[in-house]
């Protein structure tokens, strides 16, 4: 099918669409996702991160899925912010996933820049203070351009940091305070997932480059 419809080319919010179970297009039934919601919370559910409920909306009853594993919540928090607070070059274990988990360091980066990109930090940046939420977020938007270009490493160089960034660095000199930059923690994150990778050539971490540019403009595609 995909074949027979070469010829067409359609452009990233489209393909956004038809992947993401929003809408139903007939004549792509080939490509539709369907339920995608459902079928995440489902998986959420089946792990008892979520649990499902049944609430009243005007006349209809809705599924809702609240959570239920507050431990699990709160575990993804604390290593987003480990990881965006680091103030060294190696990652810091507290950020990573379990021991055994195949590409650790890779999840941590699609999982800080997922959150980034769907705006869902602010609640997770409650516990710092200002100063800390500037600098996690300039640190958000640092990695997700250092990741969505490919090779990894490719994007953004120094030079081009904003004049807010190289004032809160400036300061933190200033106040005497430890630690690297955080260009230098990114390229940090960049050589430890390098060491994940199977190869320069590895397919799959160009295809979560691809992901990740489509996150970096999500904005202007939707």
Same mark, same amino acid.
């Given at each position: ?18 992947? =993401? &179970? ?15 919601? $459902?079928?995440?919370?489902? &998986? ?7 649990? %499902? ?13 609240? #959570? ?18 680091? %103030? %060294?070059?190696?990652?810091?274990? /507290? ?16 999982? #800080? ?5 769907? /705006? ?10 200002? $100063? ?16 969505? %270009? ?8 120094? /030079? ?16 005497? =305070?430890?630690?690297? /930059? ?5 390229? &940090?994150?960049?050589? $430890? #997932? ?19 540019? #489509? ?8």
């Amino acid at each position: 099918m995909m074949k027979g419809q070469e010829s067409e080319r359609m452009s990233v919010n489209s393909w956004i669409d038809l992947l =993401s &179970g929003e809408t139903w297009n007939v004549m792509k039934i080939g490509f539709q996702l369907k339920q995608v919601r $459902e079928r995440l919370a489902k &998986g959420l559910v089946d792990k008892g991160v979520l649990r %499902t409920e049944k609430r009243n909306f005007l006349l209809f009853d809705m599924a809702t899925h609240p #959570v239920a594993d507050v431990r699990t919540k709160e575990g993804v928090i604390n290593r987003v912010v480990s990881l965006l607070t680091s %103030t %060294t070059a190696a990652v810091p274990a /507290s950020a990573l996933d379990k021991e055994g988990t195949q590409c650790r360091v890779m999840r941590a980066v699609c999982l #800080v820049c997922a959150a980034y990109a769907a /705006s869902v930090l602010d609640n997770a940046f409650g516990r710092l203070t200002y $100063e800390e939420r500037e600098g996690a977020f300039q640190r958000c938007d640092e990695i997700l351009a250092e990741f969505s %270009t490919w090779p990894f490493g490719s994007g953004s160089s120094g /030079s081009g940091r904003s004049g807010t960034s190289r004032r809160r660095e400036v300061a933190r000199i200033g106040m005497g =305070s430890a630690g690297v /930059s955080s260009r230098e923690v990114v390229l &940090g994150l960049v050589q $430890e #997932v390098k060491k994940e990778m199977q190869g320069e050539e590895d397919l799959c971490f160009e295809l979560i480059a691809g992901v990740l540019e #489509v996150l970096s403009k999500l904005d202007s595609l939707l």
